[in-house]
T-cell receptor, first 109, second 115 residues
Framework: RKEVEQDPGPFNVPEGATVAFNCTYS??????FFWYRQDCRKEPKLLMS???SGNEDGRFTAQLNRASQYISLLIRDSKLSDSATYLC??????????FGPGTRLSVLP | DVKVTQSSRYLVKRTGEKVFLECVQD?????MFWYRQDPGLGLRLIYF???????EKGDIPEGYSVSREKKERFSLILESASTNQTSMYLC??????????????FGPGTRLTVT
């Protein structure tokens, strides 16, 4: 089993739709969690950190469930510019970062 | 803004050549990382460093070495390039002390082709 798993996608959704991505991780000692966004042929960029209480940044909401070792990202009112690959990233205390394989999103006009 | 720069965006080398990929960050980050990214395989960690002159193997270190002589600079070395090392190479840095890491910032990547 891979340490970080994600829905592979691709997710093709119309503009204005709400879309949710899931991510599971296997190391119960994981400490920090992030969602990154990667555009085609570009480097990953931090979208948001994920906190235990859940957090929201505009149209984006991230949730963490430590008991189930599950992270989610919800995008409301999708825009064409949201089209990208979304990477779930887990960091284990004192160790390195582990990236999920990514979920590709295409928002269609 | 954190800036991570890589020496080349595109590089073409021949099989057997020694290849140096340079990465520089300007935010005084303790931690630096080298990844490669291939279609269908995602990002895979090659080497990382938590301090000057310190290095740790990642998941796929074979065929690579690294050097960190200064805090801001982390070099990836392909001792004898092979065609299976054709890939996108991404450098990243993060702050973090006492083992706790914060988010990573990535450079623009170097697309290396080995012929």
């Amino acid at each position: 089993r891979k340490e970080v798993e994600q829905d592979p996608g691709p997710f093709n959704v119309p503009e204005g739709a709400t879309v949710a991505f899931n991510c599971t991780y296997s190391n119960s000692a994981s400490q920090s969690f992030f969602w990154y966004r990667q555009d085609c042929r570009k480097e990953p960029k931090l979208l948001m950190s994920v906190y235990s209480s859940g957090n929201e940044d505009g149209r984006f909401t991230a949730q963490l469930n430590r008991a189930s070792q599950y992270i989610s990202l919800l995008i409301r009112d999708s825009k064409l510019s949201d089209s990208a690959t979304y990477l779930c990233v887990v960091n284990n205390y004192g160790q390195n970062f582990v990236f999920g394989p990514g979920t590709r999103l295409s928002v269609l006009p | 803004d954190v800036k991570v720069t890589q020496s080349s965006r595109y590089l073409v080398k021949r099989t057997g050549e020694k290849v140096f990929l340079e990465c520089v960050q300007d935010m005084d980050h303790e931690n630096m990382f080298w990844y490669r990214q291939d279609p269908g395989l995602g990002l895979r960690l090659i080497y990382f460093s938590y301090d000057v002159k310190m290095k740790e193997k990642g998941d796929i270190p074979e065929g690579y070495s690294v050097s960190r002589e200064k805090k801001e600079r982390f070099s990836l070395i392909l001792e004898s390039a092979s065609t299976n090392q054709t890939s996108m190479y991404l450098c990243a840095s993060s702050s973090g002390t006492s083992g706790q890491n914060y988010e990573q910032y990535f450079g623009p990547g170097t697309r290396l082709t080995v012929t």
